[in-house]
């Protein structure tokens, strides 16, 4: 069946960095789109990142354009989110999403704080 398994979550201060990876079984993941989505407590679900497959395009709320960056790497199934800049507003579980289902992965916890 579809699995998407995010890893790459963490601690860090405002202006730091971190990557996050989604590693992606059970369905041809050259071919499909891919995303990631964030929320933060008490909050709804936020879109922050799509790229599509071949032509790679990429798109981006207005909230983290410039500051999150996503990738894909056909060949291991797994697509990236480089956060740069990151600010405490930020601070939420982050989960990868493909239309198939769709299906979603549990998430991977990223807190800002000074």
């Known amino acids: 069946q579809v699995q998407l398994v995010e890893s790459g979550g963490g601690s860090v201060q405002p202006g730091g960095s971190l990557r996050l990876s989604c590693k992606a079984s059970?369905?041809?993941?050259?071919?499909?789109?891919m995303n990631w989505w964030r929320q933060a407590p008490g909050k709804e679900r936020e879109w922050v990142a799509r790229i599509n497959a071949s032509p790679v395009s990429t798109d981006y709320p207005d909230s983290v354009k410039g500051r999150f960056t996503i990738s894909r790497d056909d060949a291991k199934r797994t697509v990236y989110l480089q956060m740069d800049n990151l600010q405490p507003e930020d601070t939420a579980v982050y989960s990868c999403m493909t239309v198939l289902g769709p299906t979603w992965g549990r998430g991977t916890q990223v807190t800002v704080t000074p």
């Open positions: 059970g369905f041809n993941f050259s071919l499909y789109p």
